[in-house]
Nanobody
Framework: QVQLVESGGGLVQAGGSLRLSCAASGRTFGRTFTIYTMGWFRQAPGKEREFVAAIRWGGVTTYYADSVKGRFTISRDNAKNTVYLQMNSLKPEDTAVYYC???????????????WGQGTQVTVSS
């Protein structure tokens, strides 16, 4: 019933930009999207899933991993049930599968998030 669908991944050269989107739907979730904290995580091959960014329901309070601060921007449009991740100045080390997730509060630990998308691949070439 609850679905998160990411899009916008792809192959980009170092220094380039990508914008990821995550659309939320579902009979229950869609009605209460606004109360959830939305997060972006990423997982590179052989590595643990790591926190990238999160945004509280009001769209004002945001959180970022140190590795992306100043380069990535998270935002949300509650009217469209969508959260975005604008990624600028991309580096090869940003290469990973990116996932969006929802939780009832802010956490940097991926284990605290209840709902997950299927992921979208981001590859940054040097």
């Amino acid at each position: 019933q609850v679905q998160l669908v990411e899009s916008g991944g792809g192959l980009v050269q170092a220094g380039g930009s990508l914008r990821l989107s995550c659309a939320a739907s579902g009979r229950t979730f869609g009605r209460t999207f606004t109360i959830y904290t939305m997060g972006w995580f990423r997982q590179a091959p052989g590595k643990e899933r790591e926190f990238v960014a999160a945004i509280r329901w009001g769209g004002v309070t945001t959180y970022y991993a140190d590795s992306v601060k100043g380069r990535f921007t998270i935002s949300r449009d509650n009217a469209k049930n969508t959260v975005y991740l604008q990624m600028n100045s991309l580096k090869p080390e940003d290469t990973a599968v990116y996932y969006c997730a929802a939780a009832e509060n802010y956490y940097s630990n991926y284990r605290e998030y209840n709902y997950w998308g299927q992921g979208t691949q981001v590859t940054v070439s040097s």
